[in-house]
């Protein structure tokens, strides 16, 4: 059965190898703002560069942090054909203005929020998980397959 991951923000990609070890049928892209492989997506999200192609699975780990342009960024699973797995640190879990500003952290979003952005874009909470106190694993499913 084929599928197609995009891990957004892939850096040295220890997904690509995970996954490459367990799951050898998955299709494996790694999208980046530097070039981390030869097969390496390169995009700027903030400056609004994103692959137009449709993948199965969205990987959002150490990533959305980073992000400035929020609404055009969740504009982009619409791409996203089955699950979205994110990893953020929420506002909830790391509230602290000058901790967020020492991480070059770009945004502040709740996970209330991330579920509006998400449910807007057709995709519904299955799980949420709270690692080490301060990240918040997020499993998102889309309602209707596109």
């Keep these: 059965n084929y599928m197609s991951i995009l891990d957004i923000g892939c850096g040295v990609q220890f997904a690509k190898s995970y996954l490459n070890k367990k799951f050898p049928e998955i299709e494996y892209y ?5 070039k981390r492989s030869e097969d390496t997506l390169i995009c700027d999200l903030n400056k609004k560069e994103f692959p137009n192609e449709k993948f199965d699975v969205f ?50 979003l709740s996970v209330i929020e991330i579920d509006k952005y ?23 499913d889309r309602i209707d397959e596109v």
């Design 30 to 34: 790694g999208l980046d703002y530097a």
């Design 59 to 108: 990987l959002i780990s150490g990533c959305l942090e980073y992000v400035i342009p929020i609404d055009w960024f969740f504009e982009q699973f619409v791409k996203c054909k089955k699950t979205a797995l994110i990893s953020y640190c929420s506002i909830e879990l790391n509230p602290i203005k000058v901790v967020r500003e020492n991480n070059a952290w770009k945004n502040s």
């Design 118 to 140: 998400m449910q807007k874009q057709g995709f519904i909470l299955k799980a949420r998980e709270i690692f080490k106190q301060k990240t918040d694993l997020l499993h998102y």
